[in-house]
DNA sequence: CAGCAAGATGAGAACCGTTGTCAAATCCGT
DNA sequence: ACGGATTTGACAACGGTTCTCATCTTGCTG
């Protein structure tokens, strides 16, 4: 919320919503985040460049990913050991329920939760609310 | 997926709440997590024991919150940059509304959410549910 | 098309939170 | 007090992320 980047201030006006610039990495990232649905790590996509033959410095990943996250285009999110995963932006905002011995993962998602957060937020004078909710359980077949 | 855990802790049921041993540092840590509300970082916590006076060594007061984490007794989230933040816990099970500028945290709770994911939990046939839930904003007096 | 300045890139170093190492200190039951 | 097991802490090592900066590219102008 802190405007503190002096950098947009270009003389034709607001930028609008598209990269910055095109580059050949910056489309190279873009188009290996429409391969995969789920939540990936930096490196991770740098190596899936890596290995499409595309090469795009390690640095430049983590900016452009930087940058795609910041104008809303990825989802970020941190694993549970600090490490940030990164994901196509889905237009449904949705969670994950986890199967705690397999791992099988379904993705769910309801206007429940997403009305209790904003309300129990509201409710204690918190605004620009976001969340993040993991489910576990037992799969039927480990049962 | 991950069978990391060698410590294969014997089913019969819930940890015991006690401390493996109640050296000075750790009781030093657990007290110095009474003296907040908020999530403060483990090296903001050992900074703040090294004020009091008393001498615990860094990673003495990562493996302390790490245990007193694991066993339920501190709470503990990842900030937006990737940092472990620990506060004490209470007892009853509940969520945290924190202030993503000055870290205010209050604790909330409520019957809609937990019906939530146990119905979504069995409508795909898992059991044996537990979630993690945390809720992010502006407090009110950092609007 | 040549020239140019702002912007982007990448190899590697720097950073920083966290975890590992291991000798020395401490604890505890006997 | 004794001896084995546990804990501690200074410091090294690690891994993810960011910084640095010399070298391209890009987009544009004339
Ligand atoms: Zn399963
Ligand atoms: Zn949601
Ligand atoms: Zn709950
Ligand atoms: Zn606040």
């Not at 190279?28 to 499409?52: G, M, P």
């Not at 410095?57 to 940030?84: F, I, K, N």
């Not at 705690?100 to 206007?111: N, Q």
Request: charged letters at 20%; one cysteine or more.
């Amino acid at each position: 919320m802190t405007n503190t980047d002096p950098t947009t201030e270009s003389s034709t006006g607001r930028a609008p919503a598209a990269m910055a610039r095109p580059t050949k990495q910056r489309l190279a990232v873009a188009n290996v985040l429409s391969t995969f649905n789920d939540f990936r790590s930096a490196q991770e996509i740098h190596s899936l460049l890596d290995a499409s033959g595309e090469k795009v410095g390690l640095a430049t990943v983590y900016r452009t990913l930087q940058m795609l996250a910041d104008s809303g285009e990825v989802d970020v999110l941190r694993t549970e050991d600090g490490e940030a995963a990164y994901r196509h932006c889905s237009d449904s905002h949705h969670h994950h329920l986890v199967c705690r011995s397999c791992g099988a993962t379904v993705e769910v998602e309801g206007p429940t939760v997403e009305r209790w957060t904003k309300a129990i937020a509201a409710e204690h004078g918190y605004a620009d609310i976001s969340h993040t909710l993991e489910i576990f359980g037992t799969c039927a077949s480990c049962s």
